[in-house]
């Protein structure tokens, strides 16, 4: 085996086969999709799921007539607030991102579990239309009953934010006052003279 691996000629071929094989594959679009979400609670108890993803196309030719289908969100637990879940595109040039975001209210409380979204595009070396999908968003828990968070009050640091910086510099200067200095061996023998 060794002999095999250790033949220039064989080396030559291996090197040949892997570069024609990225070569036939590095023609095509490579599209990437990336799906967010996130929960915003309003002060009314709803609250809403903005939904952004995003399309990339890392391959080295243009993706024709792309198209994308979020049907993940079941309409007996969301209502749409503004946007689509689906959206067209003529084109996605290679190297280029496509946005799309949506907002969706919660009608029930429960987890959620969603899945990737399915992009659908078109090659002009292929027949059929290739599909991508986006990468699934994290288990969400709609409308749960989450304990208030213990946020800085802004608006006792604006009140007493220039006492605290009085009383935290007279503290420190008082510490440093107060802490004997460390001396080196060398100050304490010349002292010692």
Do not use: C
């Amino acid at each position: 085996m060794e002999t095999l691996t250790g033949n220039p000629l064989i080396k030559a071929l291996i090197i040949l086969f892997f570069v024609s094989a990225t070569t036939a594959t590095g023609n095509a679009p490579f599209i990437i999709a990336h799906k967010k979400a996130s929960l915003t609670r309003l002060k009314s108890g709803t609250e809403r799921v903005s939904v952004s993803i995003d399309i990339y196309n890392q391959g080295f030719s243009t993706a024709y007539d792309a198209s994308l289908v979020d049907n993940s969100w079941p309409q007996e637990m969301f209502g749409i607030v503004s946007g689509n879940t689906s959206k067209s595109w003529e084109r996605l040039d290679a190297g280029g991102i496509l946005s799309h975001s949506f907002e969706l209210e919660a009608k029930r409380q429960g987890m959620f579990n969603g899945v990737p979204a399915v992009i659908t595009y078109r090659v002009p070396t292929k027949a059929s239309l290739q599909e991508a999908y986006s990468t699934p968003i994290l288990p969400m828990d709609i409308l749960a009953e989450r304990p208030p968070e213990q946020k800085l009050e802004w608006r006792l640091l604006a009140q007493y934010g220039n006492q605290i910086s009085v009383v935290s510099i007279v503290v420190l200067f008082i510490y440093l006052i107060a802490t004997p200095s460390k001396s080196s061996p060398a100050k304490a023998s010349k002292k010692k003279r």
